[in-house]
Antibody, heavy 119, light 109 residues
Framework: QVQLQESGPRLVKPSGTLSLTCSVS?????????WGWIRQPPGKGLEWIGY???????NYNPSLKSRLTLSMDTSKNEFSLKVSSLTALDTAVYYC????????????WGQGSLVIVSS | EIVLTQSPGTLSLSPGERATLSCRAS???????LAWYQQKPGQPPRLVIY???SRATGIPDRFSGSGSGTDFSLTISRLEPEDFAVYYC??????????FGQGTKLEIK
C-alpha cells in the first residue's frame, strides 16, 4: 500500500513562501497517476490545490495558480509544493495525495501537515 | 466553476438507521465524475465512492452512491458506530476546476 508523509516548516511568515515535501513509500512516482495537494483550513472544508504527473503535466487550482509551484524528484521518490506571497488565509492543514489514474479523485492521503502563517 | 452544495449540514441518526446524504451541483457533472470522502477528527479524508457509484477498495457494501447530472447521494444502509464522521462530495469532471462540497456532519443521535 502506498504511504505518503508530508514534511516542512510549521510556521511561516506573511509574504513568505511555504515549502512542503511529500515522501512516498510503497509505490513509485513514475506510475500512471498524479501526485498532488489538498488543504483544509482549521475547522473548515477541503480546497483543491493541484497535482503533477510524472510526465510533467500539471493541474492547478486557477485561484492559486499564480502562487503555486509543484515539482517532483523521482530519485528521492518525493514531490513538493511551494506557495508564495502567503497571508493568514493560507493557514491550513496541507495534505499530499495520490490520484485515481488520470482522474482527479484521491485514492491515498498523507496524514497532513498544519502550516500556520503568522509573524 | 461548479459549486457543490451538500445537505443537510448536520444529520443526527442512531446506529442501525439508514442515512442519506445529498450533493447538488450548480451545473451538470461531466461523466458523473463525483466522489465521496469520509473524514474523522484528526484524520485525513478517506475515499468512499468514486464515479458516483463505485465503492473504493475496502469500503463495506452498506455504503452506496447514486445519482447523475446535478443530483447525487450517498446512502449508508445501516449505520455502524464507526460511520459517524463528516462526509464531503467532490466533482472532478470540471478539470482544472476540481471542487468540494462544504461537508455533511453525520452525528450520533
Amino acid at each position: 500500500q502506498v504511504q505518503l508523509q508530508e514534511s516542512g516548516p510549521r510556521l511561516v511568515k506573511p509574504s513568505g513562501t511555504l515549502s512542503l515535501t511529500c515522501s512516498v513509500s510503497g509505490g513509485s512516482l513514475t506510475t500512471s497517476t498524479w501526485w498532488g495537494w489538498i488543504r483544509q483550513p482549521p475547522g473548515k472544508g477541503l480546497e483543491w490545490i493541484g497535482y503533477i504527473f510524472y510526465s510533467g503535466s500539471t493541474n492547478y487550482n486557477p485561484s492559486l495558480k499564480s502562487r503555486l509551484t509543484l515539482s517532483m524528484d523521482t530519485s528521492k521518490n518525493e514531490f513538493s509544493l511551494k506557495v508564495s506571497s502567503l497571508t493568514a488565509l493560507d493557514t491550513a492543514v496541507y495534505y499530499c495525495a495520490r490520484g485515481g489514474g488520470d482522474l482527479s479523485y484521491v485514492v491515498d492521503w498523507g496524514q497532513g501537515s498544519l502550516v500556520i502563517v503568522s509573524s | 466553476e461548479i459549486v457543490l452544495t451538500q445537505s443537510p449540514g448536520t444529520l443526527s441518526l442512531s446506529p442501525g438507521e439508514r442515512a442519506t446524504l445529498s450533493c447538488r451541483a450548480s451545473q451538470s457533472v461531466y461523466s458523473n465524475y463525483l466522489a465521496w470522502y469520509q473524514q474523522k477528527p484528526g484524520q485525513p479524508p478517506r475515499l468512499v465512492i468514486y464515479g458516483a457509484s463505485s465503492r473504493a477498495t475496502g469500503i463495506p457494501d452498506r455504503f452506496s452512491g447514486s445519482g447523475s447530472g446535478t443530483d447525487f447521494s450517498l446512502t449508508i444502509s445501516r449505520l455502524e458506530p464507526e460511520d459517524f464522521a463528516v462526509y464531503y462530495c467532490q466533482q472532478y469532471g470540471g478539470s482544472p476546476r476540481v471542487s468540494f462540497g462544504q461537508g455533511t456532519k453525520l452525528e450520533i443521535k
